[in-house]
């Protein structure tokens, strides 16, 4: 058995096993914790253990030449707050700011990336930005995100390896359809890479925003595969969807492996006639400094023309709407040097905070 540490990288442990009919057993026994039946008809199955870590089991020496083998990704008790990624430099307090407003005024947005960069963790943290008030539906193929919030429903697909017949398969696509006529005020789906990316930008041009993680580094890549097969959404479609957030693994030049959001990007249109689109930058990540900047300030889409309208900003105050973002970005400042980085401490207290008002809260008589 090998382990991945955080700190110390790949590590060898002691524990291993000479025969692989004793593993094969142990893999079936681990297939059978998750309720997901293992068999050489259903050799890979991708499941949840019951304390919550996620599991991949591949099964034999038919598709495995080495033998059956797993990889168990631990599942944390307290998600990573927005704060820890902030004291992470995988952002800073000004981006957090802007997508704290975007995200609480129902705007849609994709944190996107490349495997292992650290997406899903980013927009958990991000749940703590949406009204305590909204109800949320999940949906995932492989149970992983973790919301604060009371009115949440959790559902996740059932397919291959569950211990169903055919007929009790229950897709993305199936639970994306149930999701709307179910009133939701935001909709989170683990991962957009097939055909429920149809369903998706249904919901956001019916007013339901959504919340999601994809697979690309770059907002160009990530228009053409929401273009091309299988998800296959008109080019026309595709600005309905209003940010996307870049995040990438990189290598300090330390050596050390660090997350952090490369762009913030606002989805502005397309063009038919030169069959573009066009995007508004609004924060990059700069290597040399290690440190975020703001260049798409006094020229945001969104702030200026749908959440300053939102927010009843009357038309020669818009510029103000940016105050807005440096407020959240100062409160949560403040949260931080009071010490609430838990992310369910965290959640606490910004629900406070939206009760009482922005910076109105003694953080020192708490």
């Known amino acids: 058995i090998f382990i991945e540490h955080k700190i110390f990288k790949g590590l060898k442990s002691v524990v291993g096993w000479t025969d692989t009919k004793e593993l094969d057993n142990f893999v079936i026994k681990l297939a059978e914790r998750t309720k997901r039946p293992i068999t050489y008809r259903n050799p890979i199955v991708d499941a949840t253990l019951p304390d919550g870590s996620r599991i991949n089991i591949v099964y034999s020496t038919d598709i495995s030449r080495k033998g059956s083998n797993f990889t168990i990704r631990k599942a944390m008790d307290d998600p990573i707050s927005i704060l820890k990624l902030i004291e992470f430099k995988t952002c800073d307090y000004m981006v957090a700011g802007y997508l704290w407003i975007c ?24 749940t703590t930005f949406i009204p305590p008030e909204n109800k949320i539906v999940t949906i995932e193929d492989t149970p992983e995100l ?81 273009c091309g097969d299988p998800i296959n959404i008109p080019k026309t479609y595709v600005d309905n969807l209003n940010i996307v957030v870049i995040q990438s693994a990189v290598k300090r030049p330390s050596g050390e492996t660090v997350r952090r959001i490369l762009s913030v990007n606002e989805l502005v249109g397309y063009n038919p006639e030169t069959q573009g689109f066009s995007f508004v930058e609004m924060f990059h990540w700069n290597p040399a400094t290690d440190l975020h900047e703001f260049p798409g300030r006094g020229s945001s889409f969104l702030l200026e023309n749908r959440i300053a309208t939102m927010l009843g900003i009357p038309e020669h105050k818009k510029a103000s709407i940016y105050n807005e973002v440096e407020k959240r970005a100062k409160i949560l400042e403040r949260l931080h040097k009071a010490g609430y980085t838990g992310f369910y401490d965290l959640y606490f207290m910004m629900t406070k905070v939206k009760k009482q008002g922005l910076l109105k809260m003694d953080l020192d008589s708490m």
């Not at 995200?103 to 996107?112: D, P, Q, R, V």
């Not at 949440?152 to 007929?167: M, Q």
């Open 103 to 126: 995200i609480e005024n129902g705007m849609s947005l994709f944190m996107s990336g490349e495997t292992a960069s650290g997406k899903t963790t980013s927009l958990n943290a991000f």
């Open 146 to 226: 973790q919301i604060p919030h009371k009115n949440w429903t959790r559902e996740v697909s059932k397919g291959k390896g569950s211990g169903e017949g055919e007929g009790g398969d229950v897709t993305m696509f199936d639970l994306l359809k149930a999701a709307l006529r179910q009133r939701p005020n935001q909709i989170m789906v683990g991962e957009i890479r097939g055909v429920e990316g149809s369903v998706a930008f249904g919901a956001m041009q019916t007013g339901h925003p959504v919340l999601s993680t994809f697979h690309a580094a770059s907002v160009e890549k990530l228009i053409q595969r929401l």
